[in-house]
Structures are given as structure tokens and as C-alpha cells.
Antibody, heavy 120, light 110 residues
Framework: EVQLVQSGAEVKKPGESLKISCKGSGYSFTSYWIGWVRQMPGKGLEWMGIIYPGDSDTTYSPSFQGQVTISTDKSISTAYLQWSSLKASDTAMYYC?????????????WGQGTLVTVSS | QSVLTQPPSASGTPGQRVTISCSGSTSNIGSNHVCWYQQLPGTAPKLLIYRNNQRPSGVPDRFSGSKSGTSASLAISGLRSEDEADYYCAAWDDSLSGPVFGGGTRLTVL
């Protein structure tokens, strides 16, 4: 069974750093791209970026380029999303999702989400 | 402001058929397949429709999708109370080299 399990909720102060994780299981982790999606409180879904664990090839949405870093450790089938200096506006739910290709791209499996709260 | 345009809300009574529209451009819907996600309250999104009109295993055939030009739509027939959720359309965008989402449509079952 394909599963993406994300790390738990975080409460941080502005200016702090943070790294959240997404562990894949039940499939060949290095063969599928993993994307990150932000959902701000009461808002819609926003694509942040995507990484291929096989070679760490990464593409960022222009809206998030330079704001976050996406990485992976294929030895433990885990993808990461990190911030070096959080802002209050980073408060959101963050989802990882596996990208599948079948004559088109879509996210077929999603993690349960990690809630990040940034508040002084 | 989302790249794909959806109505913010839709509603229907049990048993009715409702449709949700999604409008894009030539760089996304016009040149790539559309998918739809269902997000039940307090849960992660779930793939509902892919490749414009295909249903993953386990998705009831009450849900159907279609695409024409730069627009797409999701239809839900035989509406049930458990269909109350947010629905998002999405498509790959060639200009962005990534997916774009609609703003979401909140479906209320009256």
C-alpha cells in the first residue's frame, strides 16, 4: 500500500528555521516525483515545488523560489521542505504528494499534511 | 488569485446532479489533461478524476469529468450528503513547468 507519512505539527517563532518531512513507503521511492503543496488557512491549494528522489532534480514554483528548500534522502525514502527564516505568513498546512504520469501529470497519493504555525 | 477559475460555491439537494466548472488557458487546460481533487473537511485532498474523465479505483461512477478547449467540468450525480467537500481542478502548466490549481469550489448538500 502506497503511503506518504508526514512529520507532526510545528509551532515556531518568526525568524526560526524549520524542516518538515514526508516518508514514502509501499512503492519505489526513487521512481516518482514528490511535490509539496501549501494550503493557507481557509484558502486553496498552491504548488510549491517538486523533487525527483532518484537524482534530486528539483523545480520550484516562481512564487516559492528562494523562500523554501526542497530536498530528499533516498536512503530513508524521505523528502523534506525547509525554511531558514520563518514568517507569520508561512502559517499553513503543507502537503506532500506523489506525482504520477498517465498521459498526464497528477498527484495520486497525498500525505496527511503538516500544520505549521508561526507566531510570536 | 488562482490560475484556474472555479466558482467559489455550489449546492444541491440529495439526489440532484450538480456541475462545477473550471476555466484555464492554452498553456494549461488547453494543452494538458485536467484532474480533480476532493477535499473533505479536515482531511488531505484525494484524487477524484484524472486524465479529464478517468476515475481512480474506488471512486463512484456518480463522479464524472469532461474537458473542452480551455475549460473543464466535474459532474456529480445522485448527490449525497457525504459529497459535501471542497473540489479543486488542476492541470499541468507548460509555462510554469508545474501544476496549477483552481481556487476550489465548496459544495454544500442542502
Amino acid at each position: 500500500e502506497v503511503q506518504l507519512v508526514q512529520s507532526g505539527a510545528e509551532v515556531k517563532k518568526p525568524g526560526e528555521s524549520l524542516k518538515i518531512s514526508c516518508k514514502g513507503s509501499g512503492y519505489s521511492f526513487t521512481s516518482y516525483w514528490i511535490g509539496w503543496v501549501r494550503q493557507m488557512p481557509g484558502k486553496g491549494l498552491e504548488w510549491m515545488g517538486i523533487i525527483y528522489p532518484g537524482d534530486s532534480d528539483t523545480t520550484y514554483s516562481p512564487s516559492f523560489q528562494g523562500q523554501v528548500t526542497i530536498s530528499t534522502d533516498k536512503s530513508i525514502s524521505t523528502a523534506y521542505l525547509q525554511w531558514s527564516s520563518l514568517k507569520a505568513s508561512d502559517t499553513a498546512m503543507y502537503y506532500c504528494a506523489r506525482r504520477y504520469y498517465d498521459l498526464g501529470y497528477y498527484f495520486d497519493y497525498w500525505g496527511q499534511g503538516t500544520l505549521v504555525t508561526v507566531s510570536s | 488569485q488562482s490560475v484556474l477559475t472555479q466558482p467559489p460555491s455550489a449546492s444541491g439537494t440529495p439526489g440532484q446532479r450538480v456541475t462545477i466548472s473550471c476555466s484555464g488557458s492554452t498553456s494549461n487546460i488547453g494543452s494538458n489533461h485536467v484532474c480533480w481533487y476532493q477535499q473533505l473537511p479536515g482531511t488531505a485532498p484525494k484524487l477524484l478524476i484524472y486524465r479529464n474523465n478517468q476515475r481512480p479505483s474506488g471512486v463512484p461512477d456518480r463522479f464524472s469529468g469532461s474537458k473542452s478547449g480551455t475549460s473543464a467540468s466535474l459532474a456529480i450525480s445522485g448527490l449525497r450528503s457525504e459529497d459535501e467537500a471542497d473540489y479543486y481542478c488542476a492541470a499541468w502548466d507548460d509555462s510554469l513547468s508545474g501544476p496549477v490549481f483552481g481556487g476550489g469550489t465548496r459544495l454544500t448538500v442542502l
